[in-house]
Nanobody, 116 residues
Framework: QVQLVESGGGLVQAGESLRLSCAASGTISSINAMGWYRQAPGKQRELVATITNSGSTNYADSVKGRFTVSRDGAKNTVALQMNSLKPEDTAVYYC??????????WGRGTQVTVSS
């Protein structure tokens, strides 16, 4: 099993930055990729950014050029640097880990609110 704990959410004004972090514990050697998803009120959860063990990244079109996903050297923490935040970025942000044998784990989420 893997446990994921997110941190770094909060309330900011449009144009400001936030950095989210997700710490993984447990069977981290089984993690193939980690990433961030978000869910705004009344909307489905959507992909924000993902990063594989080899460092390959994937971003939603809406955040390209503004957000950067990264993993630390020990590969048990994934971060999301969010710049030039917009009110439409307001959502609960969830950390996700994809493990071997198609197993997936989610964190509990952290709220990001961007005021105009």
């Amino acid at each position: 099993q893997v446990q994921l704990v997110e941190s770094g959410g909060g309330l900011v004004q449009a144009g400001e930055s936030l950095r989210l972090s997700c710490a993984a514990s447990g069977t981290i050697s089984s993690i193939n990729a980690m990433g961030w998803y978000r869910q705004a009120p009344g909307k489905q959860r959507e992909l924000v950014a993902t990063i594989t063990n080899s460092g390959s990244t994937n971003y939603a079109d809406s955040v390209k050029g503004r957000f950067t996903v990264s993993r630390d050297g020990a590969k048990n923490t994934v971060a999301l640097q969010m710049n030039s935040l917009k009110p439409e970025d307001t959502a609960v942000y969830y950390c996700k880990a994809d493990l071997t044998r198609s197993r997936t784990y989610w964190g509990r989420g952290t709220q990001v609110t961007v005021s105009s």
